[in-house]
């Protein structure tokens, strides 16, 4: 049994099946890549796993809980954090804000009506926020307004925010698109640090082949919503159908 | 001290220092001189600054924090003043526990109007809130105001709980079982704090001028000053740092395990709890509450205030509030013969024309002239007068850096 379950999932827009009958399993401290064109399925996969969509069919658990049912930050709270493929972070706060947040829900959970003392005064939180953006070479930045930052910081302040939670499973939805090729390799040395250091779990979209073969454990090929194949990255790179029905696209 | 940053530390004393000196920096002009009608500083007026400050400052926690727009306030506002008076109606006129109630039942009433308002946001949310305070308004005015007590007794509920259009009023028949009945006059008694009467005032007479002291406007005053020590603490707090992540991006939010609605719901009865603290005050410095209080234009007014003065920041409030209470008692009293007087020393032909030139917008026509500052506001100063001031700060700082370059010195951000 995988840390993630999904049996049987469909997800349908009016006329348009966007998942058809998908069935997922990611192994404890793997890192699972999903691939596939665009349109695919990919993101509404995701969206699926993280309480944002509710499939119209199937079931998905994590750590053997089912998770449909429940509210995105519930889910969250499980254990689930997730990058987005635009980055999703608080625009109007300034960088120390928008990492100070995730370690507040780390550790008063959902909700906490903790209205009189000061956020300066709070040194457990406040000093892993500063380990956190200093390990991701943020710190000189934290008084900027988030929204000021480059799409390449954004994302890593993204990134940072989603393990500051401590996540048993980071979900990955494009982490590099858009990026320089000098911030794509950085990227992948991140997670590849991560992986290492962390007792953690990745399932990973993207269209960057290296960054696939550099990270992933196993790959599973989408196309129009359903899964093609499901193998190791070596056989993925020599398998026929996926040749045809996703590589071909980008091999010359 | 006071667990606050300097910078903050010293917002609050200059709100204090204004609030303690406002009877002097209100009445700039001598008793008599033509521009006396431009003093503000009578008891009267003062109050309303200080209670529309409570009320901004209380606004300001849901609107300038979460981004959502209530446009049904002043239906706390009303409980508040409802409560007060029943209070002042059944046990005295001791204007604690008036208080006390206010802000208990205007809680109450936020957890209900919130709870079902908060499962819309944006536009939705605004017109739910709308819809509530008309509600409010016509059960004050009309259903909750109906005889309660049957055709041949003549008791407490005569007028039904909020007495109608006339408004809720005391009698020399309400019980005030802890207080006195009558005064030994045979009148009705005022409110007071422990036997100071809320209505006594001291002048002092310095040449020509005269400032009032007046004991209502200082309590006001003492509990605006808390109000907003307490707001300037929730804003430092993780609870409003929350709150303006909810304004910032909800979806982040929740996709980091916070549930935002909770923090919304909070935040929506702290700030109906500072509105019926407001309406509370207000009975307690006139006994009368109306249903009038809670009609929607009073809704309006104090997201006027809040945009006006700087949605948002922690001083923009209470200066939106000043800055609108003062022009609709001020410039609403300019009228065309004094207009006249003022340009009297022109030709005849050039005076008409100033004074027919400026008439529409003094007198009842205030409403204009606030219309035309509130678009010229939002348009060049989105940041309202806060923004305003910190610009001429600014433009005023780098005159003096480059006056004195050498010593000049780079200040931290923050
Ligand atoms: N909320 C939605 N409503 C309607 N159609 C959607 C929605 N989300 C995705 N789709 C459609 O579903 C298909 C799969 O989209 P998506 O999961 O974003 O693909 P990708 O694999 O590129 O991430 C696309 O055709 C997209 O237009
Ligand atoms: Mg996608």
């Known amino acids: 049994m995988g840390i993630l379950e999904v049996k049987g999932v469909g997800k349908r827009f009016g006329g348009l099946q966007a998942l058809g009958d998908v069935n997922l399993s990611v192994a404890e401290n793997s890192c699972h890549a999903i691939i596939g064109p665009n349109g695919a399925g990919k993101s509404t996969l995701l969206n699926c796993l993280i309480g944002k969509l509710i499939p119209d069919t199937g079931s998905v658990t994590f750590e053997g809980q089912s998770v449909l049912g429940r509210s995105p930050h519930e889910i969250n709270q499980m254990g689930i954090s997730r990058v987005f493929q635009t980055p999703e972070i608080f625009a109007d706060l300034s960088v120390l804000e928008n990492m100070l947040i995730p370690c507040f829900a780390k550790r008063d959970g959902s909700f906490e009506l903790n209205a009189i003392s000061a956020v300066r005064n709070q040194k457990d939180v406040q000093d892993k926020a500063m380990h956190m953006l200093e390990d991701m070479n943020l710190a000189d930045k934290r008084h900027m307004h988030a929204a000021s930052m480059s799409r390449g910081d954004k994302r890593r302040l993204e990134i940072a925010m989603c393990l500051a939670q401590e996540p048993r499973l980071l979900l990955l939805d494009e982490p590099t698109a858009g990026m320089a090729r000098a911030d794509t390799n950085n990227t992948i040395d991140l997670l590849k640090q991560i992986k290492e250091e962390r007792d953690i779990t990745i399932a990973i979209i993207e269209h960057d082949m290296h960054v696939v073969f550099s990270l992933a454990d196993r790959i599973t090929v989408l196309a129009q919503g359903t899964p093609l194949v499901e193998d190791t990255p070596d056989k993925i790179k020599g398998h026929p159908k996926v040749r045809e029905a996703y590589l071909g696209e980008s091999a010359d | ?414």
Do not use: C
């Open chain 2, 1 to 414: 001290m006071f667990g606050l940053e300097k910078k903050d530390l010293r917002l609050l004393m200059f709100v204090a220092g204004l609030t303690l000196l406002a009877p002097f920096l209100l009445n700039p002009f001598p008793e008599g001189s033509a521009m006396a009608q431009f003093n503000a500083g009578y008891p009267d007026l003062m109050q309303r600054f200080v209670i529309f400050g409570i009320f901004a400052i209380g606004f300001n926690i849901l609107f300038g924090l979460t981004g959502y727009l209530s446009f049904g306030h002043a239906a706390f506002l009303g409980v508040g003043s409802y409560s007060a008076m029943w209070m002042f109606k059944l046990f005295g006129m001791n204007v604690i526990p008036a208080l006390g109630l206010a802000i208990a039942m205007s809680g109450l009433f936020a957890i209900v109007i919130g709870y079902v308002s908060l499962r819309r946001s944006g536009i939705y949310f605004s017109i739910l809130t709308l819809a509530f305070a008309m509600m409010s308004y016509a059960l004050a005015y009309s259903v909750l105001a109906t005889d309660m007590d049957g055709p041949d007794k003549q008791g407490l509920l005569q007028k039904g709980l909020t007495g109608g259009e006339t408004g809720l009023q005391l009698t020399l028949q309400d019980p005030r079982i802890l207080g006195a009945q009558t005064t030994e006059s045979g009148n009705i008694p005022v409110p007071s704090l422990f036997g100071v009467e809320m209505r006594s005032a001291t002048e002092l007479n310095l040449g020509d001028w005269v400032f009032t002291f007046s004991a209502g406007y200082y309590f006001s005053g003492v509990i605006m000053l808390l109000a907003f020590y307490l707001s300037i603490r929730i804003f430092r707090s993780p609870f409003g740092m929350m709150l303006r992540a909810v304004k910032s991006n909800q979806q982040r939010l929740t996709y980091t395990g916070l549930n935002p609605k909770p923090y919304t719901l909070a935040a929506f009865v702290i700030s109906g709890m500072y509105a019926g603290l407001a309406g509370g005050l207000m009975a307690a410095m006139d006994p009368l509450a109306g249903p009038e209080r809670m009609f929607w234009t009073a809704s309006g007014e104090v997201v006027l205030m809040t945009i006006l003065g700087g949605a948002g920041t922690l001083i923009g409030p209470v200066l939106g509030a000043g800055a609108i209470k003062y022009m609709e008692n001020i410039l609403s009293k300019i009228n065309s013969d004094i207009l006249h007087t003022w340009f009297a020393f022109l030709p005849d032909g050039l005076e008409n024309l100033i004074v027919g030139m400026i008439y529409p917008f003094i007198g009842k026509g205030w409403h204009l002239t606030l219309g035309i500052i509130f678009m010229l506001v939002v348009i060049f100063l989105p940041g309202g007068l806060v923004e305003g001031s910190q610009r001429i700060g600014r433009m005023f700082k780098r005159k003096q850096a480059d006056d004195d370059k050498p010593t000049a010195t780079t200040e931290p951000a923050e």
